[in-house]
């Protein structure tokens, strides 16, 4: 049994570039980094899954969490400035596991038709881990394709943002494959005041292993997604 965690800590360079309610509410973007690291610093989960980490956030992450070991994905797309100019020192995006212990690398890679997406993989504890952050258009069939391939040989985990309800991705995912269910009254993973969009878009998914007890976290507006925990196995 391990606990996990999964978590899109929003890149500003999106915040700006799609006019997101979290610029505003946090206009100096090293106070918003510092309020991401406490949120992480403060779980205990053994894994624990970041999307949209910027370079600013990596080093903060490091800084703040010595005893963590840290897996990452470089992606090959640096996001750029539309709207407003760039904050960031270090404007490169990551997708990025915390470990409590010892992990193996088993791929790190980013989507063949979307170089801001891709897919992250260790092996710990006997599971494969998995954490994605999947395109939220068409091409996201050929990238749940590719999750499955990478985690066929199971046990696995997928944590991650998925851009889907939770029957679409069972659905895109296939046999074998079970999205841990959130309560009746739980949390938005990502809220929204309007659109049709889900607002229950990410997700902890195990292959051959049981996903329990997913919760939803407030993180108190430190990012447009709040943080999904569960205990797997």
């Known amino acids: 049994m391990i606990t996990v965690a999964t978590w899109n800590v929003l890149h500003r360079v999106h915040a700006d570039n799609w006019d997101s309610d979290i610029a505003g509410r946090w206009p100096i973007e090293a106070e918003r980094i510092e309020a991401v690291t406490a949120v992480v610093a403060a779980r205990a989960e053994s894994v624990i899954a970041l999307m949209e980490v910027s370079g600013d956030q990596l080093v903060a992450l490091r800084n703040a969490l010595p005893a963590r ?3 990452v994905l470089n992606y090959p797309r640096v996001p750029r400035p539309r709207r407003l100019a760039n904050v960031l020192e270090h404007r490169t995006e990551h997708l990025v596991i915390l470990v409590d212990g010892t992990a193996r690398p088993v791929a790190a890679e980013s989507f063949g038709f979307d170089p801001g997406k891709g897919v992250l993989v260790i092996e710990f504890d006997g599971l494969l881990i998995a954490a994605t952050h999947v395109t939220g258009d068409e091409r996201r069939g050929e990238q749940l394709v590719r999750l499955r391939e990478l985690t066929a040989a199971g046990p696995a985990v997928l944590l991650g943002d998925f851009n889907i309800d ?3 991705l069972a659905a895109g995912l296939g046999d074998g494959y079970t999205v841990g269910e959130f309560a009746p009254d739980a949390l938005p993973t990502r809220p929204r005041d309007a659109g049709a969009k889900s607002q229950y878009i990410d997700h902890v998914v195990g292959h051959g292993v049981p996903v ?3 919760v939803v976290e407030d993180v108190a507006g430190a990012s ?4 999904v925990r569960a205990i797997v196995g």
């Not at 447009?224 to 943080?227: Q, R, S």
């Open 69 to 71: 070991e840290f897996h």
């Open 212 to 214: 329990r007890e997913v």
């Open 166 to 168: 939770r029957a679409t």
């Open 224 to 227: 447009d997604h709040n943080l």
